[in-house]
């Protein structure tokens, strides 16, 4: 599945839900489904949703940490770069800005409703060398050696086996050319993450998790021995501790909405919903949240010329 199919408009307090028969047919399609699928399905119904408050102020991160991964692999002009789990393209449009008219950018993304904000950002910059594709990272189908540079920033771990897919983004990387994957560190988000799902466990507990997907890499150690299992063995890995204001405990609700955390709030009813919000946010007045934690783990690879020759 792709790009949040059967998935309706309807929208209330601000929030876009799908229909009670098109929630009941994405998700019980998806348990008929590979492991690979069901996680795209759940993505892409996820950030579809999340679209109407991921661009918030609120959560600029996304865009802060995108360019920043640009910024350490070095992009030149006149590169060829792909990034996978676009976004609204927080990597993807610095990047075109820095190749340049003789470079080019492919963003690529589950979620159609990201993939529009993202092209129509390009176009208000009149940025010409970028195009935008909604699929699967591992079915885009490029020849091996096609990029200078592939990026992705914050999506690997969606994926259930995240050493496939590293092999399958290294595979498209030219002799000579750079690997981006960027992740969260430990305790993303605490601690409103941890408010959050206790409050998801009060109303829901059959929707609770006690384990996120980025926790499988959160620590350098996992991520340099996950892509050192994709043969990405000599990597550039920078942990940066980090943390993002909340003006007010409804910052965090915002960021909730316009996140991965979407796809547990669209499974609840509307009061179940308004009773979640109540309950997570009255524990952050309560311990009185202004800053949450946002740290981050950058890795960076560059494929040998005479690893190319090895791997074929």
Not at 10 to 18: A, C, E, P, Q
């Amino acid at each position: 599945m792709q790009c949040g199919k059967n998935q309706s408009t309807l929208t209330h307090k601000g929030r876009s839900t799908m229909t009670e028969s098109s929630e009941i047919e994405i998700l019980g399609t998806a348990c008929q489904m590979s492991p690979q699928l069901e996680a795209n399905a759940k993505a892409a119904m996820a950030y579809n949703a999340a679209a109407d408050h991921f661009d918030h102020p609120v959560s600029s991160f996304w865009h802060r940490f995108g360019l920043r991964t640009v910024e350490r692999i070095g992009l030149r002009s006149g590169e060829r770069v792909l990034d996978v789990c676009s976004g609204s393209g927080g990597s993807a449009l610095p990047a075109a800005g820095i190749v340049g008219p003789d470079g080019h950018v492919i963003a690529a993304d589950l979620a159609e409703r990201l993939i529009d904000l993202a092209r129509a950002k390009a176009e208000a910059r009149s940025l010409e060398n970028i195009e935008f594709r909604v699929g699967d990272m591992l079915a885009l189908g490029y020849p091996d050696d096609s990029f200078d540079a592939v990026v992705c920033v914050f999506g690997i771990f969606f994926v259930p086996d995240m050493t496939e897919a590293v092999r399958e983004l290294w595979r498209m990387v030219k002799p000579g050319g750079r690997l981006a994957i960027t992740t969260w560190g430990p305790n993303l988000f605490e601690p409103a993450n941890g408010a959050f799902w206790d409050a998801i466990h009060i109303e829901r507990p059959d929707l609770h998790r006690g384990f996120n997907p980025w926790d499988r890499i959160s620590e350098p150690d996992g991520l340099r021995k996950m892509l050192a299992e994709a043969n990405v063995c000599t990597v550039d890995i920078l942990a940066e501790a980090g943390t993002h204001p909340l003006n007010s405990p409804d910052d965090w609700w915002k960021i909730a909405m316009g996140s991965g955390y979407r796809g547990t709030l669209e499974q609840l009813d509307t009061d179940t919903l308004d009773r979640v919000r109540q309950g997570n946010l009255a524990r952050l007045v309560k311990e009185q949240v202004n800053i949450i934690e946002t740290n981050v783990i950058y890795a960076v690879a560059t494929k040998e010329v005479n690893q190319a020759i090895v791997e074929g």
